[in-house]
């Protein structure tokens, strides 16, 4: 798209409905124009896409792109509960949050924001500033940059699976998400300053989208990634414990580093299960290793647990394993959030559990964006670094490699090589055609 096109915003058409009709009822008192009601709209889309948030945090950011009294336009939303906001504030940290009234999020229509408009001036002096950073990066992200900008995507494909969906909800982050690829001026590429993930348009792109990329690629996906990582690491602890300030294979999981990140005090912990129960430990921890080596986590959990089980409910157990807090509070008593998902996964991997327990002690955050972080090392600073070395410039999504099919074979040899030098062993992938839902293992 030329850079100076009208920018396409897809809005919901009931909120468009609805609001038109409040306005002429509760006519606001102050000079306002409708456009920056659609862009807060837009703005609460975008951001859920990109964070997976429910509730997006607004009246800092949108000031610099819109007006100085956008709180009003805010509180005529609020008012008209056509946002909803968690009313969750504290000073100096936490703004209120928001997020649109799934009432008003059904159809879809097209407005358009003028090159002439003092909106349009703004959101495009705001994307060149934020897009400035990217001549400033490393080499090989430059070039991972480039090849994310040349992309091309077949929108007619993509937009008519998006308007076939039966979900009005979903339809309008979907056609949004598009839109975010189709212009390319918003196309977006940078790290995350808290676990060093790269975030692109395709990281929370539907894999139906993705369906509709131009040409011939392969993602390389690491089967059971986040439990990979935390056999990893439990392994290096016990190890590292035993023999402190020998070399470990990857960086991220030398003594040293587990100190500063977790303290001394969790560490002796996961210890003292290694103590107390030395071999019963080993063995939890042999036989979850093996496991998710295999890629097989899922299906061995179900063989495993004997009252019933789908594959679905067990990855989202280990998601609230690894994620949520051990203990919270409310105004009468300490309670566990999710008791019964980790009982249930305690029964089948009780060691194993409470070492992530104690990981998680104080700051229940520290273990997943640990893992992250390792994982992120592993695929953008080690293998996607060395693909663009060979040539070869991959698009990442966390813990999977996209390429070209010409380059297929030698990605899984720079992969595997990888993997062997930084913990000695290689672990389960799934290659599949972009286009397809063909699966191959290696």
């Excluded at 159809?107 to 349009?120: A, Y």
């Excluded at 990281?203 to 993705?210: A, D, G, V």
């Excluded at 990979?228 to 580093?257: P, V």
């Excluded at 999977?400 to 990605?411: G, P, R």
């Amino acid at each position: 798209m030329k850079p100076n096109s009208p920018i396409i915003l897809y809005i919901p058409a009931s909120f468009m409905k609805g609001l038109n009709e409040y306005l002429k009822a509760n006519k606001p008192n102050f000079k306002h124009d409708v456009i920056y009601f659609y862009y807060i709209i837009h703005y609460i889309l975008v951001r859920q896409i990109k964070t997976k948030e429910d509730f997006i945090p607004i009246n800092k950011n949108l000031k610099t792109i819109t007006v100085s009294n956008i709180n009003q336009y805010i509180k005529i939303l609020v008012n008209g509960e056509f946002i909803i906001s968690d009313n969750h504030y504290i000073i100096g940290e936490k703004s209120k949050c928001y997020r649109i009234n799934p009432n008003y999020l059904k159809g879809i229509d097209k407005i358009e924001i003028k090159t002439d408009c003092k909106l349009f001036k703004s959101i495009i002096k705001n994307q060149r500033r934020k897009n400035a950073h990217n001549n400033r990066l490393e080499p090989f992200l430059k070039r991972m940059y480039d090849e994310l900008m040349k992309i091309d995507i077949d929108y007619q494909k993509a937009e008519k699976w998006i308007l076939e969906q039966p979900n009005e909800v979903k339809r309008n982050s979907y056609m949004t998400a598009l839109n975010l690829l189709a212009d390319k001026r918003f196309r977006y590429f940078h790290r995350n300053s808290t676990n060093n993930r790269l975030d692109t348009n395709f990281t929370n792109l539907k894999s139906e989208l993705k369906q509709s990329i131009i040409g011939d690629y392969v993602n390389i996906d690491l089967k059971n990634s986040q439990p990979f990582f935390l056999s990893m690491i439990l392994e290096a602890l016990i190890n590292n414990k035993t023999h402190q300030g020998q070399n470990t294979l990857c960086c991220y999981l030398s003594y040293d580093y587990f100190i500063k990140t977790f303290g001394i005090k969790r560490i002796k912990e996961v210890s003292k299960i290694h103590q107390n129960q030395k071999k019963a430990f080993l063995v939890n921890l042999k036989t979850f290793k093996e496991s998710v080596i295999r890629g097989t986590l899922y299906d061995d959990f179900i063989n495993n647990y004997s009252e019933g089980i789908t594959r679905k409910e067990v990855k989202d157990i280990m998601f609230k394993v690894l994620f949520s807090k051990n203990n919270l509070y409310d105004q009468f008593k300490k309670f566990i959030p999710y008791e019964k998902e980790k009982k249930v996964f305690a029964s089948v991997f009780p060691l194993v559990y409470d070492a992530i327990k104690i990981l998680k002690l104080k700051n229940n955050i520290l273990l997943p964006i640990y893992l992250q972080k390792i994982e992120s090392y592993i695929f953008i600073d080690c293998i996607a670094k060395e693909l663009v070395t060979a040539d070869i410039i991959p698009i990442t999504v966390h813990d999977s490699i996209m390429v070209k099919e010409e380059h297929k074979q030698h990605t899984i040899e720079i992969i595997n090589r990888v993997f062997m030098e930084n913990f000695g062993l290689i672990p389960t992938f799934d290659i599949k055609p972009i286009n397809n839902k063909i699966i191959t293992r290696i």
